[in-house]
């Protein structure tokens, strides 16, 4: 994502947090037992990054914010070793634990993405939108098959269909 130079530090911030709050949940959802503090820990991201003066210095956003969380992800688990606290610190709490994002690890995962992207547009248009409904919007089989009218067999094999196809073409 590139940042205008143009834009005002708010109106850059609202756009950064609308683009990566999502991930940022996801991210901090895999690593943490505790779930009820994910959205403290995004909420934490967007104020570190708040108080930078110059957010259009910084070159590479997404491996920025990534390696803000993993930041903070290292300094819980310490603080909370310290304390003893069990419940909230990192599924693994060592340093080696927590991958830091390299602006190499973002161009892989962007190439994989735009390959995952690829392959969604070589499905058939069916079974792009069971895969979307479910993958994206989070409906269940059943939701899916009652909105487009079709069986909840017929939606799993859509999936099956759309999984094996991601997984060829993405590996």
């Given amino acids: 994502m590139s940042l205008p130079h143009e ?3 708010s109106d850059l911030l ?22 009820a503090d994910v959205e403290d820990l995004v909420q934490e991201v967007f104020v570190r990054l708040a108080q930078r003066r110059d957010l259009t210095s ?14 903070l992800l290292r300094d819980r688990g ?19 634990s927590i991958e830091v994002i390299t602006p190499e690890r973002v161009l892989q995962g962007t190439e994989v993405l735009d390959r995952v992207i690829d392959a969604l547009h070589q499905l058939p248009e069916r079974t792009r939108t069971v895969f979307v409904l479910q993958r994206f919007e989070d409906l269940s089989y059943l939701q899916i098959a009652r909105r ?15 999984m094996a196809h991601i997984k060829r073409r993405v590996t």
């Fill in 148 to 162: 487009l009218g079709l069986s909840v067999s017929s939606v799993e094999k859509h999936m099956m269909k759309a």
């Fill in 78 to 96: 310490r603080r909370e070793a310290v304390r003893g606290v069990g419940s909230g610190t990192p599924a693994e709490a060592t340093e080696e």
């Fill in 7 to 9: 834009a005002s530090h």
């Fill in 58 to 71: 910084i070159e590479q956003i997404e491996g920025y914010l990534f390696q803000v969380a993993a930041n």
């Fill in 14 to 35: 609202q756009a950064l947090s609308q683009r990566y709050r999502a991930p940022l949940r996801g991210f901090f959802e895999k690593r943490l037992r505790a779930k």
